[in-house]
């Protein structure tokens, strides 16, 4: 048990589906993170909200909506997405967001088809 | 252009021997540094981490090492075990006035053999 939880762990969906990812965080963090591990590519960062506040949108298409109600709970919308966005899901917390370590989640292993 | 490289995708070595994955950093402003690994099918979890401040860190059987002029690290797991096969990650961070998450490596893929 990590402490941080996602769901689904895998997930379908078709080009014109409309689907989320929901992220939770036990551990009282004031900091979640988004990000993508694409086959050979390294983890890359896509969204940052700290304290609620989105602090970090690293040039995501918009067919990817980050929603924070509060900070246990981290969503990321998906719409009209393309195959090549077939890719692991990772969501991490950290304490307060500033050069700390990460706890991350198991993961969402998205497939577009 | 890749700010952390981990040049090795994968590594292999026999039980009871010394593991040494090595990271390389671009950026000068990276001032703390962290090594996860990852098992298939979870998230990657913490393992070590060193300030620029400090050349060396230890924790157990894992020894992370530090040499800024070189802007290199490296982890060491002495004696490797066979639950050390996985996926590890170099990762870094740069001093800022908000969250902006960690920079990672492509990772190297440890296989230890018996």
């Known amino acids: 048990e990590t402490g941080v939880t996602q769901t689904p762990r895998h997930l379908v969906m078709g080009m014109t589906n409309k689907k989320s990812l929901k992220c939770e965080q036990h551990?009282?963090?004031?900091?979640m993170y988004w990000y993508k591990q694409s086959a050979k590519k390294p983890l890359e960062l896509m969204f940052v909200?700290?304290?609620?506040?989105?602090?970090e949108n690293n040039s995501v298409p918009s067919r990817f909506s980050p929603e924070c109600p509060n900070s246990s709970h981290l969503f990321l919308h998906l719409h009209t997405l393309q195959p090549e966005d077939s890719a692991l899901y990772l969501c991490?917390?950290?304490?307060?967001?500033?050069?700390?370590?990460?706890?991350f989640g198991s993961g969402t292993q998205l497939s577009v088809l | 252009d890749q700010q952390v490289k981990q040049n090795s995708p994968s590594l292999s070595v026999q039980e009871g021997r010394i593991s040494i994955l090595n990271c390389d950093y671009t950026?000068?402003?990276?001032?703390?540094f962290l090594w996860y690994k990852k098992y298939p099918a979870e998230g990657p979890t913490f393992l070590i981490s060193?300030?620029?401040?400090?050349d060396k860190n230890e924790d157990g059987r894992f020894t992370v090492f530090l040499n800024k002029s070189a802007k290199h690290l490296s982890l060491h797991i002495v004696p490797s075990q066979p639950g050390d096969s996985a996926v590890y990650f170099c990762?870094?961070?740069?001093?800022?006035?908000?969250?902006?998450?960690?920079?990672f490596g492509k990772g190297t893929h440890l296989i230890i053999q018996p």
């Open positions: 991490a917390s950290s304490q307060q967001g500033y050069n700390e370590k990460l706890f």
């Open positions: 551990l009282g963090h004031n900091a």
């Open positions: 909200y700290n304290f609620k506040e989105q602090t």
């Open positions: 950026n000068s402003m990276f001032d703390y």
């Open positions: 060193i300030s620029s401040i400090k």
């Open positions: 990762a870094a961070s740069a001093p800022g006035g908000g969250a902006d998450g960690l920079t």
